[in-house]
């Protein structure tokens, strides 16, 4: 019973098979493999973006940091949410590798920036000349932190603001095919169509062994992102693994494949603990994450059984066996109803 997060899950077969394959022969370095150039017509069929630069790199931050130090200038401001990973878990690497660029946070209670607040934010910035920061790039993470997933129109809001403004959009893929299946519409419709620039396009949390796509749509961006990329000690020699990774992800949909079984783990997850008294679900779940609230006794439970998640609020050690401790769970392509349903029989008690 392994909720913690879905970068803890097994590699897919398929993509340990696709890596054996790739293994078998010698292939040039740092990009220019076979298979790379495979991979590049792949992301771009799959995001219908036939002049999209497409790059590989080994996690989110990279992807996530690189790609703001192409759009953002070392005196401007990025605007995220204010519990945005690329705020909260990366270390400051998107300031480091910008070159001090600032994060300017917009309030976002459920995961989701609140347009009305992220307008509040930029109009606030570039006020002081020279003194003050210049406005930067938005960057949006789809599906949130929280677990809830933006609807189309509800990016093409922020996203509108954002071009209101002249600036430029990342979008933090991280979970982007979960996003995508739950809101089953196209890879262009969730990003260039609303108006993205730029993607992170997550593969080890649903599946790969350690591959982020960057997909860049202005093309102009390419060279400096490469030049960025080999700087910030990204650029791999051996290159192929990556690319190995990646094709296997977009062969036979298997990306659209993973992300669904993990939805639809977490969506039976998530029904189950409806049923259970005295549970509360946070937020909206929207794709493979869930954060709920059940009493300590559960808790003390599941924890006796081995199950595995981490408890945000509150701490098992205590006294009141009442008292409700909130959890985040998250559910990878390999979660099994029978451990899903084990664990809300241990919630129940
Ligand atoms: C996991 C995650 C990332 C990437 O994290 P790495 O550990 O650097 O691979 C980026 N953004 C979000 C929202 C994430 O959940």
Not at 59 to 81: D, M, R
Request: proline share 5%; glycine share 8%; net charge negative.
């Amino acid at each position: 019973m392994f909720f913690a997060s879905d970068n803890a899950g097994p590699v897919h077969p398929k993509v340990m098979e696709s890596l054996v394959k790739a293994n078998a022969d010698y292939a040039m370095p740092y990009g220019s493999d076979p298979i790379m150039g495979t991979v590049r017509e792949q992301v771009r069929e799959v995001f219908e973006a036939p002049e999209a630069a497409v790059y590989l790199v080994a996690t989110g931050t990279a992807a996530n940091s690189i790609i703001l130090a192409t759009q953002a200038n070392p005196w401007e401001t990025i605007f995220c949410s204010r519990i945005a990973h690329i705020h909260e878990d990366e270390c400051g690497c998107p300031e480091f590798f910008t070159g001090g660029a600032k994060l300017t946070l917009v309030d976002a209670p459920d995961g989701k920036m609140d347009p009305d607040a992220l307008k509040v934010a930029i109009e606030g910035e570039e006020t002081r000349g020279v003194h003050g920061p210049q406005r930067g790039p938005v960057s949006i993470t789809q599906a949130t932190e929280k677990g809830t997933v933006y609807s189309l129109s509800e990016l093409k809001t922020l996203i509108n603001i954002a071009k209101s403004y002249g600036q430029k959009t990342h979008m933090d893929g991280a979970r982007f095919t979960n996003a995508l299946v739950s809101l089953g519409c196209s890879a262009a419709e969730m990003t260039w169509g609303v108006g993205i620039d730029a993607v992170s396009f997550g593969g080890t949390k649903n599946g790969l062994m350690g591959v982020e796509a960057v997909v860049l749509f202005d093309p102009d961006q390419a060279w400096e992102f490469e030049l960025r990329r080999k700087r910030a000690a990204h650029l791999f020699s051996k290159h192929r693994f990556l690319s190995a990774q990646m094709q296997a992800y977009l062969t036979d949909d298997l990306w659209l494949e993973l992300a669904t079984k993990a939805n639809t783990a977490c969506a039976r997850l998530t029904r189950g603990l409806k049923q259970t008294p005295d549970t509360k679900i946070l937020f909206e779940p929207g794709a493979n994450m869930i954060f709920a609230e059940w009493p300590r006794a559960g808790h003390q439970r599941l924890h006796d059984a081995g199950a595995q998640y981490y408890i945000y609020s509150g701490a098992l050690e205590g006294d009141d066996p009442d008292e409700p401790l909130m959890a985040r769970l998250v559910c990878d392509w390999s979660a099994t109803d029978e451990n899903i349903d084990r664990f809300i029989d241990l919630v129940k008690g």
